[in-house]
């Protein structure tokens, strides 16, 4: 007992960086690995930002190793990037930036920051953005687009106003169904006359109380690569709903139909197809809340412990599109026999949840730990990516580590 309890501190004083990645590529988890890690990952260099792993140039796209995503609060320098266009450029005056909100509403009105932020209640909320494309590399065979690991996620304190306070001044028509969202960020071929991306939501989602007009992140002025000065926060949803750069929100009487609402974006099939094949665009519905996901986020994949270390403490996240998380298991033995976790309550709604554990290691060698998250109705994360899809979106397989314990 004694002696496992000082292996045991002895692992919690070694510093992830030093065990980190030190299994040979090829280890079982390879199946498992991002097709576009065979070229190497390469690290974002930007100011403000910490060393995430660049899945993309044009646009600029990059995630957080599950292992710096330990935070309780995502620090700012921690949030994944996903952009489809350029980065706009800081725009001169943040309070007099001007957002539109019109269609179907009574009164039309441009409202600039300053005036958004002393008219309406401020409200600060530990809020989840998921890309709709996080876990696609676990797919197979490999769908179209950056292949995510799990590090399309984070969850860091948004300061804003609610959506829903904004469109109630100005009145939405009984018509009214959908929203239609407009950012600032020029095209990758640097058009500024025609939108990067223009998704929207079902009305009722934009009146939830937790949706956000947001303009502060963990208590600072948004970074311009977050969408300095504002930009939507629609948590538990695809993040591609959570416009950076915010400029209009036209209401609408249909669906929207800009760019990123049609075809295969930000769709999934409604019932399973063959993976790797085309697909019918008539057969997919709109992807809107997440899916079920639970990360690992201690120790790092590839964690080295020292021989006669029997005993691992396990940390890591779950969270749930619109749901809580009800329970996190672990399993030391690819699934055979699991384990239950402490799951902690969430901040708020919409805010992921903690989960620790203590896991007996009967021998020395080679584990994989597992982990898989079930939700309040439910839904659990499956063994192996499912519902393939031609775009790659709700990919939330049991999230899995790997951990040599030295002989
Ligand atoms: N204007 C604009 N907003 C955008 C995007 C974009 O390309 N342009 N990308 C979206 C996508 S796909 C995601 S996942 C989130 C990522 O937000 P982040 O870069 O702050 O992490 O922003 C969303 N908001
Ligand atoms: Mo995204």
């Not at 469109?167 to 009984?174: D, E, F, Q």
């Not at 969270?319 to 033995?333: L, P, R, T, Y």
């Not at 939700?375 to 049991?398: C, E, H, I, L, R």
Request: net charge positive; with cysteine.
């Amino acid at each position: 007992m004694i002696k496992a309890a000082t292996r045991r501190t002895m692992l919690k004083g070694t510093t992830i960086g030093a065990l980190g990645m030190t299994l040979p590529a090829g280890a079982a988890l390879a199946q498992n690995a991002p097709a576009s890690a065979a070229k190497g990952p390469k690290v974002l260099e930007m100011d403000g930002k910490a060393k995430l792993l660049v899945l993309g140039d044009r646009p600029l796209v990059a995630e957080t190793p599950a292992e710096m995503l330990d935070d309780d609060v995502t620090p700012t320098d921690k949030l994944f990037v996903r952009n489809n266009g350029q980065i706009p450029d800081m725009p001169a005056d943040l309070k007099g930036w001007k957002i539109r909100i019109d269609g179907e509403v009574n009164t039309p009105m441009d409202i600039a920051l300053g005036d958004l932020m002393g008219k309406f209640e401020n409200v600060t909320l530990q809020l989840m953005l998921e890309c709709g494309g996080n876990g696609r590399s676990f797919f197979s065979p490999e769908a179209r687009g950056n292949q995510w690991t799990n590090g399309g996620a984070g969850c860091p304190q948004w300061t804003g106003v609610r959506l829903a306070d904004v469109l109630k001044a100005a009145g939405v028509k009984p018509g009214a169904i959908y929203t239609g969202h407009y950012g600032a960020d020029p095209t990758l071929a640097g058009e500024t006359d025609k939108p990067t991306l223009s998704r929207g939501m079902r009305l009722e989602k934009a009146m939830d109380p937790n949706t956000l007009i947001a303009f502060r992140l963990n208590g600072k002025d948004i970074p311009l690569a977050h969408g300095a000065p504002v930009r939507l926060v629609v948590p538990g949803w695809a993040g591609s709903l959570s416009t950076k750069w915010l400029k209009r929100i036209w209401v609408r009487d249909k669906e929207h139909d800009g760019p990123g609402m049609g075809g295969f974006s930000y769709r999934t099939p409604k019932t399973p197809i063959v993976p790797g094949s085309k697909g019918n665009e008539k057969d997919m519905a709109i992807l809107e809340a997440m899916p079920v996901r639970s990360i690992i986020t201690f120790p790092a994949d590839g964690t080295k412990l020292a021989a006669g270390a029997r005993k691992l403490d396990l940390r890591g996240h779950a969270w749930a599109g619109d749901n809580e998380v009800k329970s996190v298991d672990v399993s030391i033995d690819y699934g055979a026999t699991w384990k239950p976790t402490t799951v902690k309550e969430p901040a708020n709604r919409f805010a992921w949840q903690r989960f620790t554990a203590t896991v007996d290691l009967p021998t020395a060698g080679y584990y994989e730990v597992w982990a898989k998250a079930t939700d309040s109705k439910g839904a659990t994360q499956p063994f192996a990516a499912a519902n393939w899809n031609p775009q790659g979106y709700g990919a939330n397989p049991v999230n899995r580590i790997r951990v040599l314990v030295e002989s």
